[in-house]
Each structure stands twice: as structure tokens, then as C-alpha cells.
């Protein structure tokens, strides 16, 4: 995954001495290479979970003030001092729930003019582990909102971006199988799952998933976004 957010950062185009917001910085590895190509520049590193910042702190101590740390809800209007001129993001958005906030809350910390590089799963994404989820009698859909690229473009054009480019890509992931499958899935995929069973129940439900899958591959989608706020 930190592969993928090398590639989606890739797409940024950057002189070096921008203030760039991660949203959804995550324990700060793609936001360490951020940083790196930011030597003259700020990066705001923003998540919702407290833990991740704690890690987030440690691996970009080196940066010094240049890597600013915020614990915020991309859900909710965002509270940076100014604006940036960039909002870069990956593996996030698909944890928002309500994607017309999401992209009104970043257009409002953008400047005009400003991009938004992002990727996040996107339709279709891991359902072959939701088909099994279902298969086992969960109703519960999951934390995540899947979207299309058709339901993207209008949102973002709404909050305020213009040269929207979106569109999804199979990124199908092999996994050892096994235990180390059941690990990945109980501790990445299917987390919140996990976390509504009681203790005793979680390894069997997990096993229970892990069978039904139709291969050890696992069918990741990305949504990627490109755009540029008005
Ligand atoms: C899979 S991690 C991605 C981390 C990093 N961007 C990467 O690509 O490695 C997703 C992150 O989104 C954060 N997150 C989920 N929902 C959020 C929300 N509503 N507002 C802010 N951050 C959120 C989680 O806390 C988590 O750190």
C-alpha cells in the first residue's frame, strides 16, 4: 500500500516549497516521502486517529516544523490556519462516509487554483471478501463508501473543483494463505467487522471468511482522483 501512495504521489507535480495537506496521514509513510520533496516546504499532517499521529510524530521527527500534525474528521470542516496549496491524500477517503462533506471540507482549505491528487478504494473494491461477509448471514455493509468515478465527478465538481479526472484500476494483491491471510484480514480488511464480535467469536468468523474466498488473490479496486479547485 505504501507502494501504491508512491506511485499516486507521483501524480502531484510540486517545486518544492509548498505547504501540502495529507489528509489522512496514517502512521506517515507516504507522508515521509511527501516531506522529502518538500525541502523548502510544509506538509500538515492530518488524521482522526490519535495513535497513528503518535507514530506519525515519531517516523517524521526529522522533518522538524515542517511536518505540522492535526487530529481532525475529514467529515468535518477542517481546522488549518490558511490555506494549502495542495491536498494530496491516499487509502482515506473511502473511510469518510459522506463524500459531498469530504470534498467541501477540502475544497474549503484549498487555495484557488490548488490540486487534489488522491486514491482510495473504489467500487468493487474487496468483494469477494464482502460477497463472504454476506454469504456468512452479515447484513452490516461495512464501514466504507466504495464509489464509482460517475459519482465522484459531480460531487467534487459541486464542492468547487474543476478538471476533475477520476477513475478506477484493479489492483488485485496477492496473499499468503493461511494464517497470514487471516491475519491480514482480520486486522486490515475486515477490522471493523472484527471489532463489533465478541473476543470469542472473532478467529472462527474470520476462518470463516478466509474459506469462502474464491482465490488467495485479493481484488482490490482504486479510485484515483485528479482535480484542481476553481
Ligand atoms: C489505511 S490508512 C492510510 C494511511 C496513509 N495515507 C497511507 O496511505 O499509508 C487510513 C487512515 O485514514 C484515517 N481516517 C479514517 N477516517 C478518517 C476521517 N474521517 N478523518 C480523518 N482521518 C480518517 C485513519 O485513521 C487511517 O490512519
Redesign the pocket.
Known sequence: ??W??TEVLGRLPLTGDETVL??????????EELACRLPGGRVIA????P??LVEARRRLARFGDRVTFVE?????PLPLDGPVDAVF????FH???DHDA?FANLAGVLRPGGRLVA?CGGAGNVASVRRAVAELGETWPGPWTFATPEETVPRMEAAGFVDVEAWLHEEPTPLEPGEPTETFLAT?VLRAHVDRLPEGERAGFVRRVAERLPSPTLDYVRLNLVARRA
Open positions: 500500500m505504501t501504491w501512495g495529507d489528509a489522512g496521514c496514517g502512521s506517515g509513510r507516504v507522508t492530518a488524521d482522526a486517529a495513535s497513528m481532525c474528521d475529514l467529515g468535518r491524500s491516499t487509502a482515506t473511510w469518510v462516509p469530504l486514491q486490515v
